[in-house]
Every structure is written in C-alpha cells, then in structure tokens.
C-alpha cells in the first residue's frame, strides 16, 4: 500500500490540524487542474477500504418485488441507523460513532461547521430510490454529531430529480433539510479530464458543484443492472450522470467519459495545478444501499432483497469491491470484468493494492 494511505502517517500528519477541527489547507489558484491517480482524496480514511454488512433485521418481512412506499413500511429505521454507525466505524477503525462520523466529514478551510454545504446525490430514476432510513441517518448525523444546519443540507438528483420531494417524500430527517428535486438541473460547463476525449472537451455539470458553492458532497446509491459500458451495473461511479450531462454515455466513449467526471474537482476536490494533488476533499461519503438490489435494470421494480449497505470514501474502488465481491461473488450476478477493472486502473491501482487482495470487510 502507498506510504501515503498509512494510517500512522495520516495520524501523525494531522493530529494537530484535528485536535484544532480545522482541515490543513493550501490556498487553491484558479488555474484548472486535473487529478494525479494513486493521491489521496480523503487525509483521514483509507480510499481503498470497503465496508459491508448484511442484516435481515433492517426488514420487517421478504418482500423483493415491492414498491418504495411500501419498502418504507417495511424498513426498521433504528436497526438501519445502528448499522450505519457500525459501517462508519469499520470504515474509520475507531469504536465511537460520534468520532467515526467526525472523522468521515471535514469542515471547509475557514468555515464553521454551521455556514458548511452539503450536497447529497440520490439516485431517484424510475421506481427505485433510496430509502428514507439511510438518507435521514445520514442527515442526522451532520445536523447531530457536527452542527451543520439543516437548511444547508441538499439532496438532488439533476437528471431524474424533478418532482422528487413529492414523489419521494423522505421522512425522518432534520427540519429544514432541502430535497431540490433537479436543482436547477445540469446547466454549467467544465472541464473533463482524460480518458474522455484526451482531456480537451468540456460537459455540463450541476451548477453548485462548478462554482463551488457545495463544500462536502455525499453520493448515495442504489444497485442495480444497467449496460456492459458502466461494468453491467449503476452505483456510486454512474450517479454521478446525474450530476453531470448523461448524454454523453449513450455515445461512443461512455466508459471514458465515466471514469473522467469521477475525476473532476466538481467530485473530488479543489486541486493543486502543479501536482494534482485534491487539496480539500469534497466527496467525502458514498454509500449503496441494496437493502432492495437488481440484477437487471436501471428501471421497474427491484428483484432481491438482499438487506445490504455498504460504504467507502473512494467511488470507483468502492464500486469495484461491491462489484466483484457482492454483485458477482454473492449474488451471482454477471458484470463486465474488463469495465469493472478499470474502475481501478483508470484511478492508478491494481486489485493488489487493496486490502485483501480486494475483499470486502465485513462488519458483523
């Protein structure tokens, strides 16, 4: 593993920052960059580490082909809750959910916790989304463990958001918590990096993620099928097409261009021009949740229950690990190998830079 990802070197490099609850920052010049592979996008948690954990106990009956209402009626909000602490916990090796959360969630370079932004990408295509359960768990956690208002809590999906905070009403969250629908939609060009077309176009992105409004960006997934161009599944790395322009990955080269916008600062982070390095990590959560998964999709109602969640800080090694351990390894289902390798050669890392040669940690 790179010195970088140590756990001694990130508590040795930023105990004072921490003990402070202030981020090491570098002022960030406006001379676009674009992200050095094998850098790290997270200073306190390890990019390569995957979480899972499976728990009939977060349904109250088997009931896979089911509709989100009634999988509403069906989820235990408090045993999904204490699973999602056990997750971050595992996730950040430490035993207290109050400092695993803190430890996961990095307020922005001179700001307080109560003027940060957060933004959170869900998944709200045909007729599966997220459960209320994880959504207000994990909004709670910000608003309880950190101090970030309500108000300044996000949740959107840009492509298949409209008319979501009717359609999808999430219950259990903070008051005052924002569901934006579309917010405002996919409308501001930027840069993408290589592998899409060399580096020397541009797409469009979510408006508050280019300008830099939003400090900490949390995607929230589902998982399910979807074509051989995105490894024969949707997770955390495609979400992020509705962030930014879809079109795109319905062309020739939508496995570039894939790989390309989960290399942007508009996902990772401000980055230093010189050496790519993320300077400030902005998505610094993902999380999938199958506790309802298809082999098939993206659209009707899911086939399997499985009772899943997990979690990582790195989209595309997160995807990988779920990929081949879960989506292949546990339920049996076929994904493409070569898309689903690049997941980690395309980000600068082979299957044995990962713990366990790849495995996923499970958490019990």
Not at 67 to 82: A, D, F, M, N
Not at 295 to 306: D, F, I, K, L, V
Not at 317 to 327: E, K, Y
């Amino acid at each position: 593993m790179p010195p970088m990802l140590r756990r001694h070197f990130i508590k040795g490099a930023l105990l004072g920052a921490t003990n402070l609850g202030m981020f090491p920052w570098v002022w960030v010049p406006k001379a676009r960059a674009f992200w050095t592979p094998r850098t790290a996008v997270h200073p306190q948690v390890n990019p390569l580490r995957v979480v899972g954990l499976t728990d009939p106990k977060m349904t109250r009956a088997q009931e896979p082909v089911s509709s989100w209402s009634r999988q509403e009626k069906l989820v235990v909000p408090s045993v999904v809750g204490e699973n999602l602490d056990k997750l971050v916990c595992a996730l950040t090796e430490t035993k207290n959910p109050k400092e695993a959360w803190s430890t996961i969630f990095l307020r922005p370079p001179k700001k307080s916790w109560s003027e940060t932004v957060v933004a959170i990408k869900t998944n709200n295509i045909s007729q599966q989304h997220t459960r209320s359960a994880v959504m207000a768990k994990v909004c709670q956690s910000l608003t309880q463990f950190l101090g970030v208002k309500p108000s300044n809590i996000h949740i959107y999906d840009g492509v298949h958001g409209s008319g979501m905070s009717k359609k999808t009403p999430f219950v259990g969250m903070p008051e005052g918590v924002r569901i934006e629908d579309q917010w405002g939609g996919i409308t501001t060009f930027t840069p993408i990096p290589p592998p899409w077309r060399k580096g020397q176009d541009q797409a469009r992105c979510l408006k508050p993620l280019v300008d830099g409004s939003v400090d900490i960006l949390i995607n929230i997934a589902l998982c399910k099928g979807h074509s051989d161009q995105y490894g024969g599944f949707t997770m955390t790395m495609k979400n992020h097409l509705g962030t930014f322009d879809p079109s795109f990955a319905h062309r020739s080269g939508a496995t570039d261009y894939l790989m390309a916008i989960n290399q942007t600062q508009e996902i990772l982070g401000p980055m230093d021009p010189k050496t790519g390095r993320v300077q400030y990590p902005r998505q610094q959560l993902c999380i999938i949740d199958a506790l309802w998964a298809s082999e098939g999709g993206p659209s009707g109602y899911p086939r399997h229950q499985p009772n899943f969640l997990a979690m990582g800080v790195f989209s595309p090694v997160l995807d990988f690990v779920i990929a081949t351990q879960f989506r292949a390894g546990k339920m049996g289902w076929e994904i493409d190998r070569e898309v689903t390798r690049r997941m980690l050669t395309d980000f600068g890392y082979d299957i044995g830079d990962l713990p366990g040669g790849g495995k996923m940690i499970e958490v019990t």
